[in-house]
């Protein structure tokens, strides 16, 4: 049964790495939309932009599906795999952080489109990762919080990716 599995696995691996990485970072993003809506749950900013990263790994591997360019697209998971693992330390950072500390910041006071329709995209990510209160929220956990999942999820993404790369 073990054995079985595991080659299943390995020739998931193989054969169809870009699609099992674009359906998997896409699911990721429909579970956070389908949890914000039923569980009410209302994401920050920071949050929105970690799914933003999860599109483009999904988007990535889709490059890859399309051109049949698998490094291009390997290069390109790895890269959005970084920027997320950026972004989710980034917020886990904020999370641990004393009171005081939490009350200084000022980054993210409204939701990231309407920072975007305001300020631009670059200025928009730079408010975002500023960081703010709603950030600081825990929110929903199941054994680890969303930023916590995220970071883990990116770092899969990443060691899966490099594996995948060193092994073409």
Known sequence: MYKNISEFIKHIYQIYFELAVAISAI????????????????ACPMCILTRYVFGLIALSSIIGILFKKPIISQLLIIIS???????????????NMSLE??????????????????????????????GGPSC??????????????????????????IFKLKNS
């Open 27 to 42: 699911m990721i993003i429909l579970i956070a939309v389908i949890m914000d809506k039923f569980l009410y749950l209302q």
């Open 136 to 161: 600081a929220e825990d929110g929903w956990r199941f054994v680890f919080n969303f930023a916590e999942w995220g970071f883990i999820f990116f770092l899969v993404f990443l060691i899966c990716t």
């Open 81 to 95: 795999s970084l920027v997320g693992l950026l972004v989710t330390t980034r917020q886990i950072y904020i999370q």
């Open 101 to 130: 500390d939490i009350s200084q910041l000022s980054g993210c006071g409204m939701p990231f489109n309407t920072q975007v329709e305001y300020f631009g995209i670059i200025e928009a990510i730079k408010k975002t990762l500023a």
